[in-house]
């Protein structure tokens, strides 16, 4: 049986990835490929308890290594218990973040030492990597704006500017650091012209 693919996306809040992501998997569905959606953190039940932890307005205070290493825990369960099982039997995995988003979140935003998060990378993924990740890329005044639109925020969405200037420009770092895998997308404009950009990178696959 052919193995599947793994495709991830990520970007800073309000780039747009909740929208794209119906489109990629309608995109995916029709051209025969069974692609499942996850997310981190997440993507199974000790990762969705970690994620509500994570993620709460209600959880007031965390040491910034703690949270890096609550989303490794969340994210050692996500790759052994569903992402592995259903590539092995063909299927396309879709997750909205991956370990991208802890180089970005916790190097760029909390500034921890990128050196210890890649250690925790070797520690869980070994050698595993995504087929593809596409990177959503918008002006933090912009992402923000529309995350205001949408109400109530979880405790990352409360950081203040210089915090997301901060993760959006580790986020840009990675892409030139891995060009072949990451893809960067504008998405600063209309939900069609992120979605053309999209489907013409899909069709490298």
């Not at 119906?22 to 995109?27: A, Q």
């Not at 997310?39 to 509500?52: A, C, D, V, Y």
């Not at 396309?92 to 210890?116: E, H, M, N, P």
């Amino acid at each position: 049986m052919k193995k599947g693919k793994f495709i991830t996306i990520d970007g800073i809040e309000g780039a747009g990835k909740s929208t794209q992501i119906d489109f990629i998997c309608d995109y995916l569905s029709n051209k025969g490929v069974n692609v499942i959606l996850t997310r981190e953190p997440g993507g199974t039940e000790l990762g969705e308890k970690i994620r509500e932890l994570l993620l709460s307005s209600e959880t007031k205070s965390m040491h910034s290594d703690t949270e890096l290493m609550m989303m490794f825990a969340a994210r050692n369960e996500h790759i052994h218990s569903k992402i592995m099982p259903a590539l092995a039997q063909g299927d396309w995995i879709l997750s909205d973040r991956f370990t991208d988003a802890s180089y970005a979140y916790q190097g760029g935003g909390r500034g921890l030492d990128i050196k210890r998060i890649a250690q925790l990378e070797r520690w869980v993924l070994q050698d595993f990597s995504p087929d593809m990740t596409l990177l959503l890329d918008v002006p933090v005044e912009l992402g923000m704006s529309r995350v205001e639109s949408r109400g109530k925020k979880d405790r990352i969405e409360l950081e203040d500017m210089d915090f997301f200037n901060r993760v959006r420009e580790a986020y840009i770092d990675r892409s030139k650091q891995f060009p072949d895998r990451i893809k960067l997308i504008d998405s600063s404009q209309t939900v069609e012209h992120t979605k053309q950009q999209i489907k013409a990178i899909l069709g490298l696959l």
